[in-house]
């Protein structure tokens, strides 16, 4: 459905997304090629986004899958719905009491019970998690797993399995298969190395911060109201700040946010007052704010700063 | 073109990059999707299959146009715009100017002349001659950054500078035989044009050769298996950078294994009460188990001699306490030489690299003025409420005392207080004791006892500690 990359990157602009040609070519490659992709790169840099704009953009579904420490395969593939087996069991009490009615022995009526046990353990009564979702869909879905940095690695070499051959067996049911192989997103936030077996299976996008003219253009994108010369301004202060050796980089998302709290607190100019108050919409560490705080006022001092007012 | 890209996998590989098969298969695949006109795309299907760690970008990033830059355009034949007649008489006082000199000719000059005046590129069998000649087949040429320097040797070997006398007389003679003039400065610029481009094609296939070599070179190196056996202090400096690589490696294996036995610890006893509470929508019957979950939140205090004997191996030890800092929350940190200073502080604030350096640097090494005594008498005075019974306090040091006193009640009564007393030493067991060394009057009274002069023995170490 796609031909050329200039078809991904005008398909993802539709989405609100801003893609660079890299973004665009890889993407484009996993889409032919088949293969997850696997996107790194700081915290709010787009990588979740981009999913979600992908989904959109060709308008499949978006399964998520949260990963985090402890996640195993109860939460992650499928569960038995006791509940609804208990409630059914309660319901077909008197159905149960009918067909076990004429048997002769406690044999017998094991056996009777054991030939219904297949009503129990069927689909109607397996709930299914994200990977189970994806994989069953009647259409092709996209799969995100996010920050699969933060699973085990136990679950990591589990998901190998899955992500290899779109297939995963129930004991009690046998081998469900992929009618449909989901396009699949993986993002790392890099706190913990992954397998070179799972990156051997995966394309490797690195999503970095963008550029002055990229941010610019994703501000102006996603929140309009903002003046273009304040926008200017943030965008500018924003990649200044990235330089600082901070202990939290601002990411994009933190721009953005920097952004709509602009437009709600209707700043005119970007002064130092208005600086002071919303610095905190950019940096999550006090001692990260007194670091830029210096900084600026350093700045301020050979008159550089001096614009701002 | 295929060629090319065996060729550039090769020296990723060479440069320390996991290349697997699947993945160069994946690289041909994306390239039948892209192409190779489009640069950039083909950059980008190269390097979206083949790396895949950021660290390894900037090699890439390196490599890539060394193999894939512009290809040097061919040589041009000077004579294609000249008439007929024109062209004969350059051929004959070619002809003739070449018998005339036939004693002076030197070297190479001939092909040169050929190469020059009709077009030819060299073959790559004269390539293979002159780079041999020029001393590339060496087993020391190997820095591509040399590529220029053994191109001029190939050109002083083809007779470039006397060529350059010879083209002078060449297109005086051609000026007296009646030739158009303007013809003259025609084949004067494009074998001017020709020279660059030979310029070029020589050194291009002087830095492909050196970077062929250095691909060799890489696959003869020694594995790293070796490097972990060798003791820290005897390292070169690029064997230290991949020890360091092997440190991170060995802390991200921490991480898992840390994670993993969280996850055995939740297997725990049965948690009743959660039990009974999950499965009242189930009328009481027990579907849903519930474990007790084990909250291990262990505490580590770990005090590093950066003392001169130590210093060697100071950095590592430092690097691996930064990691089990980011790994068990609460982790204390001190260093010491003549006194004790913590430095928790010191890894919290700041990156990995700058944190060495910072405690390095606050702890200047001096000569014979260590004081472990003294230093694990300051642990007890000022910061014995880190020790409790849930801590694990580390001793990374040499136990060499400078004849101080080694304060063994004090180490007792921490040994005490604390969970476990571990010490590794990176000095050989048959040392300890030894001149200045308290090691065996400080070894009864510690928990466990390690012996760790290489990577080797630290990951074994760590492992059983972990475990």
Request: glycine share 4%.
């Amino acid at each position: 459905m796609f031909n050329s990359v200039e078809d991904v990157k005008r398909a993802l602009a539709d989405c609100q997304y801003i893609a660079t040609n890299e973004i665009a070519t890889v993407l484009y490659l996993a889409e032919k090629l088949g293969k997850p992709l696997l996107a790194e790169g700081p915290a709010g840099v787009g990588k979740t986004e981009l999913s979600k704009a992908w989904a959109a953009a060709t308008s499949r579904e978006l399964v998520r899958l949260q990963c985090y420490e402890g996640l195993d395969e109860s939460k992650a593939l499928y569960e038995w719905e006791y509940a609804k087996q208990m409630l059914y069991t309660q319901l077909l009490r008197d159905k149960l009491s009918s067909l076990l009615a004429d048997a002769t022995s406690l044999t017998d009526a094991a056996d009777r019970l054991g030939a219904e046990e297949d009503v129990f353990f069927s689909e109607r009564f397996l709930l299914p998690r994200p990977l189970l979702r994806a994989i069953q869909s009647e259409k092709t879905t996209v799969l995100l797993i996010d920050e699969i940095d933060r699973a085990d690695a136990e679950f990591e070499a589990f998901l190998l399995e899955v992500l290899s051959d779109f297939q995963v067996s129930i004991p009690e049911l046998g081998t469900i298969v992929a009618k449909h192989r989901p396009v699949v997103f993986l993002t790392s936030n890099n706190t913990r190395e992954l397998s070179e077996a799972l990156k051997r299976r995966c394309l490797y996008l690195y999503i970095g911060y963008p550029s002055a003219e990229e941010e610019l253009e994703i501000v102006r994108l996603r929140v309009p109201d903002l003046a273009p010369q304040l926008a200017r301004q943030a965008v500018e202060m924003v990649q200044t700040l990235r330089q600082l050796d901070l202990k939290k980089n601002p990411s994009v998302s933190e721009t953005l946010d920097w952004a709509r709290a602009l437009v709600t607190l209707n700043a005119r100019t970007l002064d130092n007052e208005t600086l002071e108050n919303t610095l905190t919409v950019l940096l999550k560490y006090e001692a990260d704010v007194e670091r830029a705080r210096r900084a600026l006022r350093r700045q301020g001092g050979n008159g550089h700063g001096r614009s701002y007012n | 073109m295929e060629d090319r890209i065996t060729k550039f996998i090769a020296a990723l590989r060479a440069e320390g990059v996991r290349v697997s098969v699947a993945e160069s298969q994946d690289a041909w695949e994306a390239i039948t999707y892209l192409g190779v006109r489009d640069r950039e795309a083909f950059r980008m299907s190269l390097r979206a299959t083949l790396i895949k760690d950021a660290d390894a970008m900037p090699t890439f990033e390196d490599l890539f146009p060394q193999y894939f830059g512009l290809a040097t355009p061919p040589l041009m034949n000077p004579q294609s715009g000249l008439s007929e007649e024109e062209q004969q008489m350059l051929q004959e006082m070619m002809q003739q100017m070449l018998e005339d000199m036939l004693e002076q000719l030197k070297g190479d000059l001939q092909k040169l002349l050929d190469w020059l005046l009709n077009g030819q590129s060299p073959s790559q069998e004269d390539l293979e001659q002159m780079a041999d000649q020029a001393g590339l087949n060496q087993p020391n040429a190997r820095s591509p950054q040399r590529a220029q320097q053994y191109a001029r040797r190939m050109q002083q070997m083809l007779g470039w500078e006397q060529m350059q006398e010879l083209l002078e007389m060449l297109w005086e003679k051609l000026a007296e035989q009646g030739m158009d003039p303007d013809s003259i400065e025609q084949i004067k610029e494009q074998v001017a044009q020709n020279m660059d481009r030979l310029e070029d094609q020589l050194s291009e296939f002087a830095g492909e050769k050196l970077r062929d070599n250095r691909v060799e070179d890489a696959q003869r190196r020694k594995p790293m298996n070796d490097l972990m056996e060798r003791s820290f202090g005897s390292l070169s400096q690029p064997e230290m950078e991949q020890l360091r690589d092997e440190v991170r490696r060995l802390a991200a294996r921490l991480r898992t294994r840390a994670a993993l036995r969280q996850k055995r610890g939740k297997q725990g006893k049965l948690d009743a009460k959660t039990t009974l509470r999950a499965n009242l929508r189930y009328s009481g019957v027990p579907f849903e188990i519930h474990f007790k979950q084990r909250r291990l939140k262990p505490k580590l205090v770990a005090v590093l001699d950066v003392s001169t004997s130590m210093r060697p191996v100071a950095e590592f030890f430092l690097r691996l306490l930064y990691e089990l800092q980011d790994q068990v929350q609460k982790t204390r940190s001190f260093a010491f030489i003549d006194h004790l200073e913590d430095v928790t502080d010191d890894l919290l604030t700041h990156r990995i690299d700058d944190a060495v350096i910072a405690v390095l640097t606050r702890l200047p090494s001096g000569h014979y003025n260590t004081d472990l005594g003294g230093s694990l008498r300051q642990l007890e005075a000022k910061h014995l409420d880190a020790v409790d019974s849930r801590t694990t306090v580390i001793v990374l040091g040499d136990g060499r005392n400078n004849f101080n006193d080694p304060a063994l009640e004090t180490f007792n009564r921490i040994g005490r207080r604390a969970r476990k007393l571990i010490w590794l030493n990176p000095e050989y067991p048959a040392q300890w004791g030894t001149g200045d060394s308290d090691m065996l009057s400080y070894a009864p009274l510690c928990s466990e006892l390690y012996q760790v002069r290489n990577l080797a023995q630290l990951t074994d170490a760590i492992d059983r500690i972990l475990v």
